[in-house]
């Protein structure tokens, strides 16, 4: 007797934004690794290459193209909302085009879309700082903050915030929003910044860069975007990150000897950096002058006071464990297990404290 054929499960499809990028692309490998079929939106040829080469479908256009957002969204389960403009510096509108309004014309095709459950959006766990001062273990249950010296956390925030408010907006449909804090690993954008603004002599440890840190391995958070496909609950907000905590200086000087990099133990008093990101901020402003201040108020607010999150939330709900150690991720960007014990502290970061 001929065994009886089964008939092959149908494929979990996904539209993802921000695929070319850095977190995106990790998340389209793992969506394929899984099973999953992808389509991702790409505006330039060089995007639409990258996410092609990692498994993708692509869509070409961007977040202000309905057409291809429409294209995009067709037959999709899921949408995964990677794309974001994070800049240190610049006009506030700039940043509201895409973490806002580029959010807003994301949702409303997705509500618009029969078949589509779920968004799950990439926020940041910095859209709960204020004024500068430490945050220790700071939970969901923290107001969204919004600074005019802080383009991208405030632009963020108030993405999250129409993210939100859209879930339960038709029956079926729901929204989610994991909070990362400093997302590093392999090919991280952010390193090659470091290594050519030490190499240019222009760096200095805030506050001396003893201030506690949280960081999230970009493949921790890939894997509680997947968690939250079908763990997470609609309208609420997630912490998620490597579940230990750091220094300043002992993150960044880990991350630097992957690079062969030794920064310089020259330090700046935060209220001395603050009031010196004000003033270049002030002339940048007046002068018209084109790129980044050296140093900004953005930037200071995100690195120049103790900030650690508890991931409490991610743990129960979505049953989240951190997959890869800071340890770990560093020896796999460096040398081995050698780049780890070259900067004192990082073989065992310090472990967070319990959460509330």
Not at 167 to 195: K, Y
Request: some cysteine; glycine content about 10%; aromatic content about 6%.
């Amino acid at each position: 007797m001929q065994p009886s054929s089964q008939p092959a499960a149908t494929p979990r499809t996904a539209f993802v934004t921000g695929g070319s990028g850095f977190v995106g692309s990790r998340l389209i490998t793992l969506l394929v690794s899984r099973g999953w079929q992808v389509k991702a939106l790409a505006r330039s040829r060089a995007a639409i290459e990258a996410v092609q080469r990692v498994g993708a479908m692509s869509i070409y256009g961007d977040l202000t193209d309905a057409r291809a957002l429409r294209s995009g969204l067709e037959g999709c389960e899921v949408v995964f909302h990677v794309a974001a403009h994070f800049k240190l510096w610049g006009p506030r509108a700039v940043f509201d085009q895409v973490n806002v309004e580029g959010t807003r014309a994301l949702v409303e095709a997705a509500m618009a879309t029969s078949g589509l459950r779920r968004v799950i959006g990439v926020s940041a766990a910095a859209v709960v700082m204020g004024d500068p001062e430490p945050m220790l273990e700071v939970d969901e249950s923290l107001p969204l903050q919004t600074r005019d010296f802080a383009p991208y956390s405030s632009s963020k925030a108030e993405g999250e915030r129409l993210l939100l408010a859209a879930n339960s907006r038709r029956p079926g449909f729901e929204t989610i929003a994991i909070r990362p804090p400093f997302i590093w690993g392999p090919d991280m954008p952010t390193l090659d910044h470091m290594v050519e603004t030490v190499r240019a002599g222009r760096f200095q440890w805030v506050g001396g860069g003893g201030q506690a840190m949280s960081t999230c391995h970009v493949d921790n958070l890939c894997e509680a975007l997947l968690l939250a496909v079908d763990r997470g609950r609609g309208g609420e907000a997630y912490f998620v990150s490597d579940g230990e905590n750091g220094t300043l200086k002992n993150v960044i000087s880990a991350l630097l000897a992957t690079r062969d990099i030794v920064p310089k133990a020259r330090a700046v008093p935060f209220r001395l950096a603050w009031m010196m990101a004000g003033v270049m901020g002030a002339a940048w402003r007046m002068l018209g002058r084109s790129g980044e201040p050296p140093i900004t108020r953005q930037m200071l607010r995100l690195i120049g006071k103790p900030f650690t999150i508890s991931i409490a939330k991610a743990r129960a709900d979505l049953g989240y464990v951190p997959r890869v150690s800071f340890a770990e991720g560093i020896a796999i960007m460096g040398r081995g297990t050698h780049a780890v014990h070259a900067v004192p502290g990082l073989a065992r970061p310090a472990p967070a404290p319990a959460g509330p």
